[in-house]
Each structure stands twice: as structure tokens, then as C-alpha cells.
């Protein structure tokens, strides 16, 4: 590998032949084992060192690779295959790396952030306003009863300086722990609930991914048509696509839902692995429900009297 010349702007494991993108064999092994040995435990800086080791080029021509470079590769979703890119590994694999990717952040969040709220809580970034659609954040509390928890969870837009902007509720920890115990329980309740696979939208064709689309094909009329030019045509409707595109991950968390809840029976206390690896996201709304949003799309609308529904 040291030494080839690789298309600049490019994927590894890609290049451009005739105006469309082929697979380089040798590049798609090394990007194989990097998602293999990633999800096996080897970190991104060690895979970066021994990328750089063996002289392999990045994307902009150079024998040198970083954690950051390989953290970008790890999370690139063309390598599963689309419209325009062959795929070089499995869309499972590419999911067990983002499942790890994750767990790997909040280890590091923990460890580089002791003192800090938002590297440590496992609510944060899963809590969102019904009303106003923005995240929910962790406030200590002015004044609390004796033996009443210091905390409690509101809109990030409640309070303008002195004037309330949305008037969603005030909640405890407990009660949306509660919520999301509740949800999980009923899919333990009813296993089809892990089974049901909510279709994610397909990627949404923007002005700009049109336009190129044009460009591309009126240069494909042309005889003698350039290759570099199709090639940066390609580059920036891909990434167009894949800003705009998400990744069809709910029968597979359908699945991991299934593995983690329904075989592992009832819970009698909310737990925070479950509750990471399973929900998405809660919605909070003023009529005193929640949506508990699971990894597979179903919703589950949590009433305040801990009643449940799909």
C-alpha cells in the first residue's frame, strides 16, 4: 500500500473508473479489518498508528492517520453500499461499530468530565420538549423540601431571563426514569413490540443534490466527457446524500431490543444500560404524557399515572 497513489477527496477503499465509483480491493480490505478490529477492541489512535505505519494514504494523499481520521472513517455510512457506492462491509457491522462508538464516547465523557452533568447523565440528550422540540436540561433546584431530590428537568427554553418562553412541565428525574421503565416493561409485556419495525424516511432530495444530479448526467452525454470533474461531481452529491440520507438501523435494534429486554424479563428498577442501548428519546408534553421513542421507531405514550399505550 505505502507509496500508491490514491484519488485525493476520495474514500479509501474507493476509486473513480469510467465516472463511477469501484471498489479498490486491497483499500477495502484494510477498511474490513478496521471496523473488525475496532469493534474487537483496538482503539482508534492504535489502528491510526498502524495505518501510518504501513505508509497507507489518507484521503488527501499523505502517509500519516489520526484518531480523528479514523473515527471519521469508522462513521461513514457509504461504506455499507449505496446508489453510488458498492458496499465494503455489512450495514450490521457498520451498526455494532456505531453501538460501540457510543458506548466508547460516554466512557471518555465519564472519564474526561468527572465534575461535569452532561458527560455523566444518562437522561442528557434523550429528553426533548413536545412543545417547543428542544432538549430538556438537568437544573438544581432554588429552593427543595427536606429529603426531595436537588434536581429537576425542564425546556432549555422555559426561561428567558426573567420570562417564562415555554411552558412545558417541570419534571423529577424519577418521574421520567419512571416513564422509561414503564415503556420497557411493556415491551417485555408485549414482544412484538421489539419485532415491529418502524421504516425510517429515505434520504430527501435537496435542491443542490438535484442540481448535481443534472450536472453529472449532462457531462455523461458528452463523448469525451472528464473524469476529475465527475469524480467532484460524485464527491459532492454523495455527500450531499449522505447529509441528508439516515442509516435503516430499526430491525436491527429491532433485534437488540429483543435480545436485551424481552430475554432479560421484567425490571423492577430502571436501568441505565437497558435504557441507553434500547430508547432514543422522550418527549415530554404539557397533557401529562410521555413518548418513550425505542431504537426500532415504535412509540410508547407513557400517561402520568403510569399507564401505557402504542
Known amino acids: 500500500m505505502a507509496g500508491i497513489k490514491r484519488q485525493k477527496r476520495f474514500p479509501i477503499g474507493y476509486r473513480i473508473q469510467n465516472g463511477r465509483a469501484e471498489v479498490v480491493p486491497e483499500e477495502a480490505e484494510l477498511v474490513q479489518r478496521i471496523f473488525r478490529d475496532y469493534l474487537e477492541g483496538s482503539t482508534t489512535y492504535g489502528i491510526a498508528k498502524w495505518m501510518t505505519e ?38 450490521e ?53 427536606p429529603g426531595e431530590d436537588k434536581w429537576c428537568w425542564k425546556c432549555s427554553k422555559y426561561q428567558n431571563g426573567r420570562k417564562v418562553s415555554c411552558g412545558n412541565r417541570i419534571l423529577s428525574e424519577e418521574q421520567i426514569k419512571n416513564a422509561a421503565l414503564t415503556a420497557m416493561n411493556l415491551v417485555v409485556e408485549h414482544p412484538e413490540l421489539a419485532q415491529e419495525v418502524q421504516k425510517e424516511s429515505a434520504a430527501v432530495e435537496t435542491p443542490k443534490y438535484r442540481k448535481l444530479t443534472r450536472q453529472i448526467e449532462e457531462l455523461l452525454q458528452i463523448e469525451e466527457f472528464s473524469a476529475e470533474e465527475i469524480k467532484t461531481l460524485l464527491y459532492e452529491r454523495a455527500m450531499e446524500q449522505y447529509q441528508s440520507a439516515e442509516i435503516e438501523s430499526r430491525a436491527y435494534y429491532g433485534r437488540k431490543i429483543e435480545e436485551i429486554l424481552c430475554r432479560g424479563g421484567k425490571q423492577e428498577y430502571f436501568n441505565e444500560k437497558c435504557f441507553q442501548k434500547t430508547v432514543e428519546k422522550i418527549m415530554v408534553f404539557k397533557n401529562g404524557t410521555m413518548d418513550v421513542h425505542m431504537k426500532n421507531g415504535v412509540v410508547i405514550q407513557i400517561k402520568e399515572d403510569g399507564g401505557g399505550k402504542q
Open 54 to 91: 504501513l505508509g497507507v494514504l489518507n484521503a488527501n494523499g499523505h502517509p500519516s492517520w489520526s484518531h480523528a481520521s479514523i473515527g471519521n472513517l469508522l462513521k461513514n455510512p457509504r461504506y455499507c453500499g449505496d446508489e453510488y457506492y458498492p458496499p465494503i462491509i455489512s450495514k
Open 93 to 145: 457491522l457498520f451498526l455494532q461499530v456505531q453501538e460501540r462508538r457510543e458506548n466508547r464516547t460516554s466512557q471518555l465523557g465519564r472519564r474526561y468530565h468527572p465534575n461535569s452533568h452532561a458527560g455523566k447523565g444518562i437522561l442528557n440528550g434523550k429528553i426533548f420538549c413536545g412543545t417547543c422540540g428542544l432538549e430538556y436540561r438537568k437544573y438544581a433546584k432554588k429552593r427543595q423540601k
